[in-house]
């Protein structure tokens, strides 16, 4: 089915720093209805440079250019609860199913759903002050500069953040411009850095590899950055199960609502489903096998501290609209969500059954 490209929209955010109150409110509606309508929205003139996206990307590509035995100097750690380092193609899996007591054994069924790999590595950068989640670095020596670029991309990402935040508080209309920003410390956010290599078109599209099946994020919002490979495709609003292609906007900021937020705000803004799926084709091989382009993509999720209450927001509920979820804290909802997408006992690479990348 054709999908409506045109159907995420794009809200400048040039005027924000400056704006008087009055035209904060006409930019945070503009972010709030895209929101409610869609979960997905670009924004455009955010505040953090092209210089630094540009910069950005081009670590990402140094660092997943490395030879394997150096990034895994820096390896993912064993088990769901930290995330952090690098995870090599195969080992994350990411899936929408969410264990529920009455569903029986949920290892066997991880199991059942590990067994479709997704084609992709990723490196995952915290607040050095994550106590519960700390940094796994890669060794100075073997990519000067990086560490502290990326620890200052982390908090200029933070900067930009605080404004959303800001804008979704005045657009929900919470009163306080800072209700949301007060449970943000920006210490339990979360960089990653994406790389999904050239894969064989055939194998994509036969589901027999995956780059990253349908999903929603987990945490307050995502803001994503992404190079013009293509790919990423976010369900549409009022067609369940068509998605729409969302088309690369250089330097834009493709922000989405995640799941605590929807939750948060009794189901007023959405949390949508989006996934990553074969972008244009860049050749054959030699066998003829005809190979997808690599895609290089950083999203920067953001998320309520770990103490964090989650409870409905009082502008979201009335008597026609009662309060839909029971409070939660916030690290007990991300340990929840964590738990299906690694695994307890991880494979290192070139053990993984599942997933050859070509
Ligand atoms: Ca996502």
């Known amino acids: 089915m054709t999908a409506d490209e045109s159907s995420i929209p794009i809200v400048d955010f040039s005027r924000w720093a400056k704006a008087s109150s009055e035209e904060k409110k006409e930019i ?57 380092g690098y995870s090599w193609p195969g080992l994350e899996k990411v899936s929408q199913y969410i264990h529920k007591d009455e569903d029986g054994d949920a290892d066997a069924k991880d199991e059942e759903l590990r067994k479709i790999g997704d084609v992709k590595e990723s490196y995952e950068i915290g607040s050095d002050e994550c106590t519960n989640q700390p940094n796994v670095w890669i060794p100075e020596e073997v990519l000067p500069g990086f560490r502290p670029f990326m620890t200052d991309f982390y908090w200029q990402c933070y900067g930009t953040a605080q404004e959303l935040l800001r804008a979704l508080a005045i657009g929900i209309g919470l009163g306080d411009p800072d209700f ?30 995956a780059r990253m099946p349908a999903h929603t994020d987990w945490g307050s919002i995502t803001m994503l950055f992404q190079d ?44 949508t489903l989006h996934r990553v799926t074969s972008p244009p084709l860049s050749g054959k091989t030699a066998d003829g096998k005809s190979m997808t382009r690599a895609r290089y993509s ?39 969500r964590a738990k299906l997408q690694y695994p307890e006992k991880q494979n290192m690479p070139g053990a993984a059954k599942t997933v050859s990348v070509a």
């Not at 920067?300 to 409070?327: H, R």
């Open 28 to 84: 945070a509606k503009e972010l709030t209805d895209a929101c409610i309508s869609v979960g997905f929205v670009y924004i455009v003139n955010h505040g953090v440079s092209d210089e630094m996206l540009d910069e950005a990307f081009g670590w990402s590509q140094k660092f997943f250019a490395l030879p394997e035995e150096k990034k895994m100097l820096a390896p993912h750690p064993a088990g769901p609860n930290v995330h952090r």
């Open 180 to 209: 949301l920003l007060k449970f943000h410390d920006g210490h339990n956010n979360q960089l990653r850095l994406l790389h999904y290599p050239p894969v064989e078109a055939e194998k994509l599209a036969s589901d027999s590899i």
């Open 228 to 271: 013009d490979c293509g790919g990423l495709q976010v369900e549409h609003p009022r067609k369940p199960g068509v998605f729409m292609n969302a088309p690369t906007v250089r330097n834009a900021i493709c922000m989405n609502v995640g799941d605590l937020l929807m939750r948060w705000s009794n189901d007023y803004l959405k949390s």
């Open 298 to 336: 950083i999203p920067y999720f953001v998320s309520p501290n770990p103490d964090a209450l989650i409870e409905c927001l009082p502008a979201c509920t009335n008597t026609q609209n009662p309060v839909k979820y029971g409070p939660v804290v916030q690290e007990d909802y991300r340990r929840m």
